[in-house]
C-alpha cells in the first residue's frame, strides 16, 4: 500500500505547528521544566508531530500556575519523561546517520549498524552526559558512567522498535523510502521514531521506578528577595511638640 503525498505532507504540516506549540510552551511561555527536557519535547515532536504534542500536554504542560511538581509526579508521566530525554538524543543521532548513510546507497546492514552507533553516541555522549553533567556535580566523567547503562538498555528497546519498521517500508514497500530527498523517507522516519518510542516506553519506567533514571522535573526561577522599604526618617522631638 503506498501512502498519498498528500497525506503525508498534512501530516508534516500537523507536526509542524505542534512543534511551534511545545517550543512556544516551554520557552515563551515558560513551562517550568528543565531546559533539556525542553529541548527534548521540541525534538521528539519533530518526529512524532501531534502524538507528541498529546504527550506533553498529557504529562509535563504545568495545567494551572504552581501546580507542575504534583502534575508530573505520577511514575507514568516520570516514565514518559525518561523515554522522551532518551529518543530526543538517540531518534536525532539515528536519523542524521540515515540520511547519510541512505544517500550514499549503503546496504540496509550496514545503514543500521551505523544508525545504531550514531543513536547511541548522540544520546549518550551529548543527551545524557553533556546535558545532564551540572545535574551530576558538573562532572561531564562521572554523568558518562551514569548515563552509559539505561542508556544502552534504553537505546536497545528503541532501535527494537524503529529498525523493523525501517526494514519493512524501505526493502521493496516504496522504495522512495530509500531516498532522503522525498517525504516519504521522512515518513518512515517519523513512524520508526513512534513505535521505538512506545517499545521503549516500558524499560524506562523501569528504570525511573529504580533510580536509575530520572523522568520530569520542575525548575523554577530562584524568588527574588523581598524588597526593602526606605526608612521613614525619624523628626526631632522638639519638631514633634
Known amino acids: 500500500m503506498i501512502i498519498p503525498d498528500s ?13 511551534a506549540y511545545v517550543a512556544w510552551d516551554n520557552f ?9 527536557m525542553k529541548w527534548g519535547w521540541v525534538l521528539i515532536t519533530v518526529y512524532m508531530g501531534p502524538i507528541a504534542l498529546a504527550l506533553y500536554v498529557l504529562t509535563d504542560k504545568e495545567p494551572r500556575p504552581g501546580e507542575h511538581e504534583a502534575f508530573i509526579r505520577p511514575l507514568w508521566k516520570q516514565g514518559i519523561g525518561s523515554t522522551v530525554h532518551c529518543i530526543a538524543g538517540d531518534a536525532t543521532g539515528i536519523v542524521a546517520a540515515a540520511v547519510v ?31 545532564m553533567k551540572d545535574m ?15 542508556e ?13 519498521v525501517m526494514i519493512f517500508l ?5 522504495m522512495r523510502a530509500m531516498d ?26 523501569w528504570m525511573v521506578a529504580k533510580n536509575l533514571k530520572h523522568g520530569l522535573m520542575t525548575a523554577r526561577p530562584a524568588a527574588a528577595p523581598a524588597a526593602i522599604p526606605p526608612a521613614v526618617p525619624r523628626l526631632p522631638a522638639e519638631a514633634l511638640s
Do not use: K
Not at 137 to 149: D, E
Open 7 to 19: 497525506f503525508l505532507w498534512t501530516w508534516f504540516a500537523l507536526a509542524a505547528l505542534s512543534t
Open 28 to 36: 515563551g511561555a515558560h513551562n517550568p521544566e528543565e531546559t533539556v
Open 101 to 131: 548513510t541512505t544517500a550514499l546507497g549503503l546496504p540496509m546492514w550496514v545503514d543500521l549498524i551505523v544508525e545504531y552507533v550514531a543513536g547511541f553516541a548522540f544520546g549518550l555522549f551529548v543527551f545524557q552526559a553533556l546535558f
Open 136 to 150: 551530576m556535580g558538573g562532572s561531564y566523567r562521572v554523568a558518562l558512567r551514569s548515563a552509559f547503562v539505561p
Open 152 to 164: 544502552w538498555l534504553s537505546m536497545n528497546m528503541m532501535a527494537a522498535g524503529m529498525f523493523p
Open 170 to 174: 524501505m526493502m521493496g514497500r516504496d
Open 180 to 205: 532522503p530527498l522525498t517525504p516519504q523517507f521522512w515518513a518512515v522516519m517519523s513512524l520508526g521514531v513512534t513505535v521505538g518510542c512506545f517499545v521503549a516506553y516500558p524499560v524506562n519506567v
